[in-house]
Structures are given as structure tokens and as C-alpha cells.
């Protein structure tokens, strides 16, 4: 036993030997990967820095890495906007009741094809399957769209992005792989039906595959635009990307600024403006991540090749 702790610190005491161009190598390399990394993250750094800036220093350039002249008007004149509030909320609707609708299609479809007793379970999963490879095109979907009701609809933002196919994969190899059969048989036993083994049993030792689907759906609706750009005419149904469009790529900025002292300087004012929208388009998702990463992370390790 001795013998065992004695070779067990002799090895936690030998430290790996580096050559002079072993060290070379992992000081350039470090250096690269420090790099690209500030080169990635460096927009997101100075949209932040400009954000939270006065207009006058964005206007005059001198915002580089940190905010200079701290201030919050850009985000005051955002949130006094009826039609940005109106938007996001309407995004948050949207992200809300769509990513519900998203989880209880594909867990409804996902789980009978994960069972190899299902009857035609291999027809089923090549109509599924083929929808992956082929659609009926734009023009067509915007007739049977129509005729559905749905154009000028919030159903319209909801109801046509319901399920995914290639999630509803996804979710099905989870159930395969993870969830075994004789948990079910005993289920059974017990006189659990389906539903019920479902909704107490399989969701909840299924958090991970849930976290990603929501993190998948969720970001979908968020950044929905050409749905909404394509059914939606009325500017109160309007999400919140349709309104970053007409401001940040139709460049109508001079339609947010009420004060009319403001609008003398709306050159700086326009650029904070843009800057506080992508922050606030941006934030709910970047606050929402860091609560689902640990079982995003490991449910993105589905089906990956273990050692």
C-alpha cells in the first residue's frame, strides 16, 4: 500500500519537461488564440462600450473599448418608443408560446417514433424525412397560408414553425439511447399509460434534450424575421426584428427621436440608437444562456462518439 501512494506521488511531483521551441510554440500559439479571440469578441465589446456611451462620444469616435461619458439616454429613447416596446413584447409573445408549442410537438412525435413496437414506425420516419429534403416552395406556402387564415395573424408567427424536423430527430435518439425499456415495462406494470410515463418520467430525466430544444426554438422565434416580413402587415403584430430592420437597414432613426434638441445632434444619436437596439435585441438571450448551459452542453453531446 506504501509502495502505491509513494509511486502516486513521485508521479504528481514529475512535472513534463518543456524544450526551448516547445515554449516557443505554446507562447505564439496562446498569442494566436488570444487574438482571434479578441478579434471575436471585440464588436460585441465596443457595441456594449457604445451603448452605455453619451452621443456626443460615440459621434466624435472616442469610444474604443470602454464606455466613455457613461449614460443611459440611448436606452431611454428606445424604451420610449411605442413601437419598439410594442415589438418586443410582441417577440416575447411569440419566443413564449411558440418555443411551448415547439416542445409539446416535437416530445409528441420524438417519443412514439423512439418506440420500436410503433407500427409503421419506419414509414413514419421517412415522412418525416422527406419533408427535410423537399417543400412545396415559397408560393405555395403563402397560398395554403392564405387560405388557412393565418396571413395578418399572430397564429401565423406560431402555427407554421410548430415542429421541427430535424429536432424531432434529435429528440428521438435521445429517447432511444437514454431512456431504457425496462423502464417503461415497469411503468406498465403499474398501469402507467403513456401519457403519464411521458409527462412524470421521461421529461423530467430528459432536462438536457429539453434544454436544447428550447435554447434552439427559443432562439429561432427571437430572431424571426422573414415570417413575420412575409404574413405580417399590421405594425402592432410587428416582432421586434422587423422593427430593428426598419431602423438599423432602412435607416430610420429620425423617427425615434421625439426631443426635438436631440434631433440636432442626431448624427451621434442615430449611431447610439442602433447600438442600444442591438444590446436590447440581444440581452434576453445572453441573460437566458448561462441558466440552460450545463444541460445545453450536455445535450449537445448526443449521439457523439464516446471513449
Not at 395573424?153 to 402555427?159: H, N, P, W, Y
Request: one cysteine or more; a positive charge; glycine letters at 6%.
Amino acid at each position: 500500500m506504501s509502495s502505491i501512494q509513494l509511486s502516486n506521488k513521485n508521479k504528481s511531483k514529475t512535472k513534463i519537461k518543456y524544450t526551448f521551441g516547445d515554449r516557443v510554440f505554446n507562447f505564439v500559439n496562446d498569442g494566436l488564440l488570444l487574438l482571434a479571440a479578441l478579434i471575436v469578441l471585440y464588436p460585441l465589446i465596443y457595441i456594449l462600450s457604445s451603448a452605455f456611451s453619451s452621443p456626443e462620444a460615440v459621434s466624435q469616435g472616442r469610444v474604443v473599448f470602454f464606455p466613455v461619458d457613461f449614460s443611459l439616454r440611448g436606452f431611454e429613447e428606445v424604451f420610449s418608443h411605442r413601437a419598439i416596446v410594442t415589438g418586443f413584447a410582441n417577440s416575447i409573445f411569440y419566443t413564449v408560446v411558440g418555443t411551448t408549442v415547439n416542445i409539446i410537438m416535437t416530445v409528441a412525435a420524438a417519443y412514439p417514433l423512439s418506440r420500436k413496437e410503433l407500427p409503421g414506425r419506419r414509414i413514419f420516419l421517412f415522412m418525416f424525412t422527406f419533408t427535410m429534403l423537399f417543400n412545396g416552395g415559397l408560393i405555395p406556402s403563402y397560398l395554403l397560408t392564405s387560405q388557412l387564415g393565418l396571413i395578418n395573424t399572430r397564429s401565423v408567427m406560431i402555427i407554421p414553425l410548430a415542429i421541427n424536423v430535424f429536432n424531432v430527430i434529435i429528440c428521438r435518439t435521445f429517447f432511444e439511447t437514454t431512456i431504457p425499456d425496462e423502464l417503461l415495462e415497469a411503468s406498465q406494470i403499474d398501469g402507467i399509460s403513456h401519457t403519464r410515463f411521458i409527462i412524470q418520467i421521461a421529461m423530467p430525466l430528459s432536462k438536457a434534450i429539453i434544454a436544447v430544444l428550447v435554447l434552439y426554438y427559443g432562439l429561432g422565434h427571437w430572431n424571426s424575421y422573414f415570417q413575420a416580413f412575409l404574413y405580417i402587415s399590421d405594425r402592432s403584430k410587428y416582432p421586434l426584428q422587423i422593427i430593428l430592420r426598419d431602423i438599423l437597414i432602412l435607416n430610420q432613426v429620425n423617427e425615434i427621436i421625439a426631443d426635438p434638441l436631440l434631433y440636432q445632434a442626431k448624427r451621434g444619436m442615430a449611431q447610439l440608437l442602433k447600438y442600444s437596439l442591438i444590446v436590447v435585441a440581444s440581452a434576453p438571450f445572453m441573460v437566458a444562456y448561462p441558466f440552460v448551459a450545463k444541460h445545453f452542453v450536455q445535450g449537445v453531446m448526443i449521439g457523439a462518439v464516446k471513449g
